[in-house]
């Protein structure tokens, strides 16, 4: 490839990059965004090698990166620290830059050559927030422009667009449910008209839930991640979560309710639009069929045709990036992927068929004349 | 921007092990029909370029061009004829002009 292409989706619990590889495949990489610090002692370093858990050691520290972050959060009893709170890079944490860096470099490594582009997804602001994104965006810039890519930033909503949108010439509603926000962009054929931020997503159904039935909030986020169906909860647990889904959809009909009741933006439109949404959040069966309910009973300000989860709903977002930096460097991916299609469709050539020697017509046997 | 993070002697990164990342493989086919499409609706419309006027070959004799080509001036009406009528006539012209240069 001529051209490192890649993006990245860079959430509140997870880091995912995706890459157009040489043989022109895609390929995602996922990690958890999240870190403890260890106790350091000289033989624990060596059961994290042996263990093939993911650390790093900074300054005097050790930490626990990732995955094995909570696998660790589960043997000590501690519970994990995470780089980003709410959707944008965490205050609290000194080393949140550090840490979310490491991460990043594991995810997209170096670039190799020179045009190398990287999309990353940045959030809108939320409402009544101060404003952190910009230092968020600005730190990932940097980090990126660090390791050699051309960095440019999407909205979280419009890389929902670009993923599940394409057959509607990108013209609709995109939503993101992440862990620390959910991000609604209204676009018409790729131009967004509207790009807002939700400060209600997945942790707070955790934190919530936990306090309202005792339960520690990482078990809580373990049952939401193992198979909940929001139709039919099978204990006080999912009962719970369940609440809370319903009373955070609800909500959000409201929030885009509010802003587009009597808006410019929506006068754009003379049809129904179709509504995408993707992120972890969003997974849960039944996600779909309350919020299309939610929509119905609510005097939504625009029609609604079809409500529809993206394809590979938690990596739509980074497979979005990745169609917008395609766009971005097209004409060299487009060839490429050409030209090894044409290698690869090539009929093989038969192999010669090998020449039998002609066999020698048997000599007739000479008739003797008698005289 | 600054091109590098800022880094404390704290911070220094001493080493780090991040193996085993999960991975998932695809088909690039549906990007590229995506990117395409996104393409199609970034690519500024096509000027229509202006069509040459043709040549208009005038098959005119030289001495009829040349009437042709002669400016007329209009004839002064017989009302005005005689040195008051021409007078009047010239004033009337001359302020006529002036009003054309001041538009």
Known sequence: MDHEIKSLDIGTMHVISASVSADCRIRFKKIRNAFLKIHVEQSMSQFLKQEELQYAEIGEDLYALGDSAFKMAGITGKDVSRPMQDGVLNPKEPRAEIILKLLIEALVGKAQGEGAICYYSIPAEPFQREKRVIYHSGIIHTILEDLGYKAVAVNEGLAVIYSGLADRHFTGIGISCGCGLINVCLSRKAQVLDAFAIDRAGDWIDDNASKAIGEPAHKVMLVKEGGLNLLSPQDRTENALAIYYKDLIQYVVECIKDRWHDSGRVSHFDGPVNIVCAGGTALPAGFIAILRSELKKARFPLRVDQVSLAKDPLYAIARGCLIGAVNDGSSHFIRQCAAHRRTACRPKKPSPAVKKPRSRPKARPRRIKRS | ?103
């Open chain 2, 1 to 103: 921007m600054s091109e590098h993070l800022p880094e404390a002697a704290s911070d220094k990164v001493k080493s780090v092990h991040l193996v085993n990342i999960p991975t998932k493989v695809t088909g690039v086919d549906i990007i590229e029909s995506d990117a395409k499409a996104l393409g199609r609706l970034h690519q500024k419309p096509k000027r229509q370029q202006h069509q040459p006027k043709p040549e208009i070959k005038l098959h005119v004799k030289t001495d009829k061009l040349k009437r042709h080509t002669s400016i007329k001036r209009p004839a002064v009406p017989e009302a005005s004829r005689g040195i008051l009528g021409i007078a009047f006539y010239a004033v009337g012209r001359f302020i006529s002009a002036i009003s054309n240069v001041i538009k």
